[in-house]
T-cell receptor
């Protein structure tokens, strides 16, 4: 079945440092890929997504590129801020919708950014 | 904007109590989901529903049931709460057939069972 493996945390960085959170997946066909963010005490919000190979999703300075050859969707940001402290989840969806449509999530990576 | 509302942000219940967690979405979505979130385990799907009165088991349905009497409302029921059901519960929704995009999440309900 489908699965998502993401970098174990926690990750602690200083403000303005470069961030990479690794995500690899196993799926049949051509899934869509997502990064969600969960700020303390809140639900999950979509951060970015990519729906086909070589697509780059971007939002709020974060980027991730859908790499089919390496089955990866690594999250990057050039200069993190204290406000980026959150839990980040990588997820995938099957390439066909239907009555059994659902997402598969990674276990999450806790990021703490210190001033 | 899609809004998914969970009725209670924080609940404290006793072992053996019956617990209802309510979720309402306002975008006429066909699909609704209940996940639980635990440190180190990520999100695990409990149940989902793709239509009124329809339900499907997810990965960890034991100890839970659900109800979907109206399209906009999806309830999670713990018939007899136990301490190992202490967790964060997340409701989500999405459009129906043919949709391959993201899920829309509520704020979460943190349940503590004593």
């Amino acid at each position: 079945g489908d699965s998502v493996t993401q970098m174990e945390g926690p990750v602690t960085l200083s403000e303005e440092a470069f961030l990479t959170i690794n995500c690899t997946y196993t799926a049949t066909g051509y899934p869509s890929l997502f990064w969600y963010v969960q700020y303390p005490g809140e639900g999950l919000q979509l951060l970015l997504k990519a729906t086909k190979a070589d697509d780059k999703g971007s939002n709020k300075g974060f980027e991730a590129t859908y790499r089919k050859e390496t089955t990866s969707f690594h999250l990057e940001k050039g200069s993190v801020q204290v406000s980026d402290s959150a839990v980040y989840f990588c997820a995938l969806s099957p390439n066909s919708g239907g009555s059994n449509y659902k997402l598969t999530f990674g276990k999450g990576t806790l990021l703490t950014v210190n001033p | 904007d899609v809004k998914v509302t969970q009725s209670s942000r924080y609940l404290v219940k006793r072992t053996g109590e019956k617990v209802f967690l309510e979720c309402v979405q306002d975008m006429d979505h066909e699909n609704m989901f209940w996940y639980r979130q635990d440190p180190g385990l990520g999100l695990r799907l409990i149940y989902f529903s793709y239509d009124v009165k329809m339900k499907e088991k997810g990965d960890i349905p034991e100890g839970y049931s659900v109800s979907r009497e109206k399209k906009e409302r999806f309830s999670l029921i713990l018939e007899s709460a136990s301490t190992n059901q202490t967790s964060m519960y997340l409701c989500a929704s999405s459009p129906g057939a043919g949709y391959t995009g993201e899920l829309f999440f509520g704020e979460g309900s943190r349940l503590t069972v004593l």
